[in-house]
């Protein structure tokens, strides 16, 4: 049986490192979009490399071609460099998804968020969803992948825990299961076979705020102090942000708040443990 041939675009970040190395290791025929070949860090043998800006779909004529499976991690945390998240969560995927309907692609995998449907009010959700809305729409075969957080989300609570205070809202008892890229990585490989269309993944651990906020401490071997805050300065600095920043500043702010709220929990895969990732952090 012939494997499929993928492209994988949002290759260099951080997801899209890990799934690059896992489509090798599985054999797959890879290609992946770059912006700059040059700065492609990771050095893997029959890896095809094209360089293209998803932003501009006349770049983009042609890569599509011969390609089974569009594996997307395109997207961007904070807003720079004049983009807005409309102009790459959502308006660089469609680009990568027009050219894939007219290259006869078979499938489109997309790297969304957890409860991202419940979430359209914030900035990195409202371009997220919209564009999963134009992708069921778009006749393609198409998975939806919704992540937790990954492990690298997890660094605000090592950075408190350094300071030597973590400053939680609410009671610290909502769970959260964040994996690590490796984990989300192989799923994403496994979806190229799968039938499902949306798939919400986490990490093997449930853990609970107080109890992440205690690895952290851990980590650094210093004792565990907590602030549990009442949510009405949760809501006050939401407010404030919104007011008086702008959203390429408060989107980030915006949704690690927002969620920190919520119930995160996630069916659980993968086998890294966030507290051997702490350990590792604090070491370098």
């Not at 770049?59 to 594996?71: A, F, H, Q, S, Y």
């Not at 449930?206 to 109890?211: I, V």
Request: proline share 2%; hydrophobic share 40%.
């Amino acid at each position: 049986m012939t494997k499929n041939k993928i492209l994988l675009a949002g290759a260099t970040g951080y997801l899209g490192q890990f799934i690059t190395q896992e489509l090798i290791e599985r054999g797959y025929e890879t290609k992946i979009v770059v912006r700059n070949k040059e700065k492609v860090e990771f050095k893997i043998e029959n890896l095809e490399i094209i360089e293209a800006q998803v932003i501009n779909p006349k770049t983009l004529k042609g890569i599509c071609n011969n390609v089974d499976v569009v594996i997307s991690t395109v997207g961007i945390t904070r807003q720079k460099d004049g983009l807005t998240y409309m102009d790459v969560d959502y308006q660089a995927n469609i680009n990568l998804i027009d050219e894939a309907k007219r290259s006869g692609v078979k499938k489109f995998i997309y790297i969304s968020v957890l409860n991202g449907e419940k979430l359209r009010h914030l900035k990195i959700c409202e371009a997220k969803e919209k564009l999963g809305d134009y992708l069921k729409s778009s006749g393609l075969d198409y998975v939806i992948v919704r992540p937790n957080g990954f492990f690298s989300d997890m660094g605000e609570f090592l950075k408190m825990a350094k300071g030597g205070k973590v400053y939680l809202f609410g009671d610290g008892k909502l769970k959260l299961n964040p994996i690590h890229g490796k984990d989300l990585a192989k799923e994403v490989v496994n979806a190229i076979s799968q039938d499902e269309k949306e798939i919400n993944i986490g990490g093997p651990n449930l853990l609970s705020q107080n109890e992440i906020s205690e690895l952290a401490f851990k980590a650094y071997g210093k004792a565990v102090k907590i602030v549990h805050l009442p949510d009405w300065i949760r809501k006050f600095a939401l407010w404030g942000v919104r007011t008086f920043t702008s959203s390429k500043t408060y989107g980030p702010i915006e949704f690690f708040m927002t969620t920190m709220v919520m119930d995160m929990k996630a069916p659980q895969y993968g086998i890294h443990k966030l507290e051997d990732y702490f350990n590792d952090e604090v070491k370098r």
